[in-house]
């Protein structure tokens, strides 16, 4: 018999525990119960594989244990004239999981963590404890807030999907635009929080990255005929590929244009590229789509110098015109700067306006600087350090702003 | 079936709408309570009188007193309510998106505590 080692049901925890979570919710309308019993059944698990080896089909053991445990334990409390655990154990008397595979309910189990009656953090926090399967400690810890406000978080949601009667469904194709946009966007939210924390001293925690992707290749995997389900995951893929150059070996900051190339991680990229070559063929562009395509271009540029410019202006463009919000148009005009130059650039950034936006004053100063003005670009970089909450972005404008002459 | 109390919220001191517009909002609430019994949602809905007309009743040191006014000096306080019957929040939210624009006010949709029939 083969020996089961702790990795090994560690994996098996990070892939089947959503998806076990998923089918009891399913079967006991509950999520308290179907937590409770999956995270009991993984227990079990733990003490019992290394000495049995691993089942034929974890995830069916998993199911089958927690579902049973579950049971029992209803049945005890339906015994008390418990009347919510009489109400579970009645759904799931009507709802046997025989040995057949079970059907995948981890969309609905996502449409429901990312309701629009939960506020956002919250949609954040339920998503990644029971999709992810992440701890309440390891979500405090990522979003820097107390472990008993996090836990608070997470109950008083369970219980407001319990108690004002959110629904475990995938919504109806009339509300699925918006509501999917909902999930997409929590997802980048994990994302882009693992990518640059927006307080604290450490620049990332890939950790959130890697969950993040996980979410979307789960979304993907289930929303195949979504473009913007894929568009995200692209986009994910093709800024995680360049993870280990954003930073120097001392943890500051590096740009894209002096990042080392060669430290890109290929296996990423290629597959970042390929849904966006998918995505371009079935031309229905979205933000997320696009976005994955501006990345896909600068992953193409061998060196920085390489880089089409006026392909991604094109694109920054198209993404405008979606997505009219100030953040693209910056963006816009860090492209504009590379293809017509820092004058018509800094034409470009003064219509713009959006005062308390720290990256806002971080490009008009490397604008400011780039014309001359370094009086004004000073100024603009001291604006810009006052307004990140990152400490590694803090030092990377300061000493920007050191480096301007005279 | 899940029974939710859509709450309408009105400001304490905003401009007082045109009669035409009061007029207006008075047909839709209406035509929204008619399609709300023919879906057999409806179950109770009232408009309250302004909160100067409240009285506050209590047990202070041992003795019951009343007392003139609101019970909280609120900024916004309730002009009426709705009873539904819903299946889920899903479906008390799509009642409450028709409520607000009808009433021309905010509304918190609350779940009741005991669904009659559980």
Not at chain 1, 255 to 273: H, K, V
């Amino acid at each position: 018999m083969r020996r089961v080692s702790d990795s090994e049901i560690e994996r098996v925890f990070r892939e089947e525990f959503g998806r076990a979570v998923a089918v009891l919710v399913r079967s006991f309308g509950d999520i308290d119960i179907a937590e409770e019993a999956v995270q009991e059944a993984f227990t079990v698990a733990v003490q019992r594989w290394p000495e049995t080896g691993l089942p034929p089909s974890p995830a069916g053991w998993i199911i089958t244990t927690a579902r049973r445990r579950a049971i029992d334990r209803l049945r005890g409390d339906a015994a008390r004239a418990d009347r919510h655990a009489k109400a579970a154990l009645m759904q799931a008397e009507g709802h046997p999981i025989d040995n057949r595979p079970v059907r995948d309910e981890r969309l609905s189990l996502i449409f429901t963590c990312c309701h629009p009656a939960l506020a956002t953090e919250v949609q954040v926090a339920l998503t990644l404890r029971l999709l992810g399967g992440l701890s309440t400690v390891e979500i405090a810890r990522a979003f820097i807030v107390p472990e008993a406000t996090m836990a608070q978080r997470i109950v008083r949601a369970k219980h407001k999907i319990r108690d004002a009667g959110i629904p475990y469904r995938v919504p109806a194709s009339t509300e699925l635009a918006g509501r999917l946009s909902a999930v997409l966007a929590v997802v980048y939210l994990i994302f882009n929080e693992g990518y640059v924390a927006s307080s604290g001293e450490r620049l990332g925690r890939s950790d959130l990255c890697a969950e993040a992707i996980r979410l979307g290749r789960i979304l993907s995997e289930l929303m195949p005929d979504e473009p913007e389900v894929l568009g995200l995951l692209a986009l994910m893929l093709l800024i995680h590929s360049r993870q280990r150059s954003r930073t120097t070996a001392g943890g500051d900051l590096v740009l894209l244009d002096d990042q080392d190339r060669s430290t890109w991680d290929r296996s990423l990229i290629a597959e970042g590229q390929e849904i966006v070559r998918a995505c371009l063929r079935r031309n229905q562009p979205g933000p997320y789509q696009i976005q994955a395509a501006i990345s896909a271009v600068h992953s193409e540029a061998e060196r920085a110098s390489d880089t089409d410019w006026g392909q991604i202006l094109q694109l920054y463009d198209q993404l405008l015109a979606v997505n009219p919000t100030p953040v693209v148009a910056l963006n816009r005009v860090v492209a504009l700067a590379q293809m017509r130059g820092a004058t018509v650039a800094l034409e470009a950034v003064d219509r713009l306006d959006f005062g308390e936006y720290y990256l806002f004053h971080a490009v008009r100063a490397d604008l400011l600087s780039r014309v001359g003005r370094n009086e004004d670009a000073r100024a603009a970089y001291d604006t810009a350090a006052a307004l990140t909450s990152n400490a590694v972005e803090r030092t990377f404008l300061m000493r920007a702003r050191d480096a301007l002459p005279g | 079936m899940k029974q939710y109390m859509l709450s309408v919220y009105h400001a304490d001191r905003g401009p007082a709408l045109a009669p035409e517009v009061m007029a207006a909002s008075i047909r839709d609430v209406d035509a929204l309570n008619a399609e709300m019994m023919t879906a057999g949602a409806w179950v109770f809905a009232g408009g309250l009188h302004n909160d100067s007309t409240a009285s506050v009743v209590r047990v202070k040191d041992g003795t019951v007193v009343t007392t003139d006014g609101p019970y909280a000096e609120a900024k916004e306080r309730i002009g009426g309510f709705w009873i539904i019957n819903a299946d889920d929040l899903d479906a008390a939210l799509t009642w409450a998106r028709k409520a607000t624009v009808a009433c021309l006010a905010p509304i918190e949709v609350r779940p009741f505590m005991d669904a009659p029939d559980a």
